[in-house]
């Protein structure tokens, strides 16, 4: 009886050790894509771009976190923006988000808003500037709202302070 006790307790503890290593293992998969992503997207090209939202929805596949949906968001966004491609996913992503609050989740509603040429009355780009000071897609958005307002100056102003595509994308977190 004692024997069976010990046995079962050094199998509990192995399988508990087996689903801690999976899940640290796990976890540096999932930054190690992350990472891919932010490379990809960085390179501010259509196929950077699609390789960069292929990552996303592999991390959104195994982990379904809300930042990791709030990335992929983020990126199906930056498509429909930039390539005109995609609009459809891009709101179904930032719909499915619901009221989660996070600098990718923020970039990605005013992303979808800026593709639907809506008029930013509802102040999506002032949450990315004001809520996520820190945020480097804030000045290329508040540069769009401004191109689009007739205000060049301020225009040229926001998409100055960010010029550097390795600016406007940051990993999941």
């Known amino acids: 009886m004692v024997y069976c006790g010990i046995a079962l307790m050094v199998a509990v503890a192995a399988v508990s050790a087996g689903l801690a290593l999976r899940g640290v293992r796990l976890e540096r998969q999932i930054s190690a894509a992350n990472l891919r992503a932010l490379r990809h997207a ?11 939202r292929d990552q996303y929805m592999a991390v959104v596949r195994v982990s379904g976190s809300p930042a990791a949906r709030a990335a992929l968001a983020r990126m199906l966004a930056a498509i429909a923006v930039e ?7 891009a709101e179904a992503a930032v719909a499915e988000l619901g009221n989660y609050r996070s600098a990718d989740a923020a970039v990605a509603r005013a992303l979808v808003a800026l593709a639907k040429q809506d008029s930013m009355e509802g102040g ?3 949450a990315v500037v004001h809520d996520y000071p820190g945020e480097p897609y804030g000045p290329y958005l508040a540069g769009r709202v401004a191109l689009a307002q007739g205000r060049a100056k301020e225009a040229e102003a926001g998409f100055r302070a960010a010029l550097s595509p390795s600016t406007r994308f940051s990993t999941a977190g």
Do not use: K, N, P, W
């Open 42 to 52: 960085q390179s501010d090209t259509f196929a950077g771009y699609i390789e960069a």
């Open 83 to 89: 390539f005109a491609e995609g609009l459809g996913a």
């Open 124 to 126: 999506l780009v002032d």
